[in-house]
């Protein structure tokens, strides 16, 4: 799948080293998750479903990845994962998290996936909008759920909210 120079492809072992740096930017802006450094790649290999993992690559390289992760062990949930979508700083703006978020919604639903769900900083309406343009909705927030442990923000308590998309096609039986 491609748009202009920008092609979604699955992701592969050896762009972990891309990835990994991208999550790290995406860490260090403070607006994207409560870790303070992005794991080894088998931890991060551990914590991410095998499926539906792309990656966004342009001229210059990897632009952007997504990646799904489990959100229960228990089989009845076998068709929930939150998703992740990381854009490089390099890249921002281009439009790469909707050509993800498309591309990713499109091959959870072809892997059986019925509901995607993500939990975002508040602040960080970027992504807020990019999921509601995609058809997720509001769920809720959890107020000021927990302190950031590292940079600007440290110490300051941090409000989620819970987005969610359900599939028009998956799981509505």
Known sequence: MSDAAITIRPMAAADSVAVLAIY???????QATFEQTAPTWDR???GHSADCRLVAEDADGIAGWAALS????RSVYAGVAEISIYVAERARGKRIGDQLMDA???ASEAAGYWTLQSSLFAENTASVRLHERHGFRLMGKRERIARMAFGPMQGVWRT????ERRSDTVGIE
């Open 24 to 30: 790290q930017e995406g860490i260090d802006t403070g």
């Open 70 to 73: 489990p959100v229960s062990a």
């Open 104 to 106: 990713t919604i499109e």
């Open 160 to 163: 989620t909210v819970i987005l």
């Open 44 to 46: 991060w290999d551990t």
